[in-house]
T-cell receptor, first 110, second 111 residues
Framework: DGGITQSPKYLFRKEGQNVTLSCEQN?????MYWYRQDPGQGLRLIYY???????QKGDIAEGYSVSREKKESFPLTVTSAQKNPTAFYLC?????????FGAGTRLSVL | GQSLEQPSEVTAVEGAIVQINCTYQ??????LSWYQQHDGGAPTFLSY????GLEETGRFSSFLSRSDSYGYLLLQELQMKDSASYFC????????????FGKGTRLSVIA
């Protein structure tokens, strides 16, 4: 089955710690995205990549970093500089105007 | 800036019809999309309008008026499983580009 796989489903971060959220797709899509969703809110763009080895900052990139070394993979690191990381993180890839989302990672702070 | 306005909550009776409106103001507009998200789940694509008019997909229809910067999602023959959040989103450019999302409308379907 083709799709987007995010792991882990739940993640806890300690003070001062960096954590990495995984996102893998087997849809052969060039473009991938990371969004953050807070309770009762829409999705806000963190980073996106339209092709391997290239990525662009979104609206709320501060405190986050990404890499795109392979077409299938687009991991997101939440650094210690992100002071309010508790949120639901969604990864997506797109085929023209349609975006396909993973099941998300729920990040909390210990 | 970018802004999309949609009602925060809507309640409707099972079997009825409900319309969720969306007005947008963005720098650049190519099309309007709608996504459904059940609690704790992933958003899933429902419909996309690039041209003015109505697009119908089964029980769901979506409308766009570019001149009014306005669109709506129409859900017919409501079922309990339609209880979810619905997001409008603007495609600012064609092809593989990020979406700008509204804050979502929480639809509750009651018996």
């Amino acid at each position: 089955d083709g799709g987007i796989t995010q792991s882990p489903k739940y993640l806890f971060r300690k003070e001062g710690q960096n954590v990495t959220l995984s996102c893998e797709q087997n849809l052969n899509h060039d473009a991938m995205y990371w969004y953050r969703q807070d309770p009762g809110q829409g999705l806000r763009l963190i980073y996106y990549s339209q092709i391997v080895n290239d990525f662009q900052k979104g609206d709320i990139a501060e405190g986050y970093s990404v890499s795109r070394e392979k077409k299938e993979s687009f991991p997101l690191t939440v650094t210690s500089a992100q002071k309010n990381p508790t949120a639901f993180y969604l990864c997506a890839s797109s085929d023209e105007n349609i975006q396909y989302f993973g099941a998300g990672t729920r990040l909390s702070v210990l | 800036g970018q802004s999309l306005e949609q009602p925060s909550e809507v309640t409707a009776v099972e079997g009825a019809i409900v319309q969720i409106n969306c007005t947008y103001q963005t720098s650049g507009f190519y099309g309007l999309s709608w996504y459904q998200q059940h609690d704790g789940g992933a958003p899933t694509f429902l419909s996309y309008n690039a041209l003015d008019g109505l697009e119908e997909t089964g029980r769901f229809s979506s409308f766009l008026s570019r001149s009014d910067s306005y669109g709506y999602l129409l859900l017919q023959e409501l079922q309990m499983k339609d209880s979810a959040s619905y997001f409008c989103a603007v495609n600012r450019n064609s092809g593989n580009t990020p979406l700008v999302f509204g804050k979502g409308t929480r639809l509750s379907v009651i018996a």
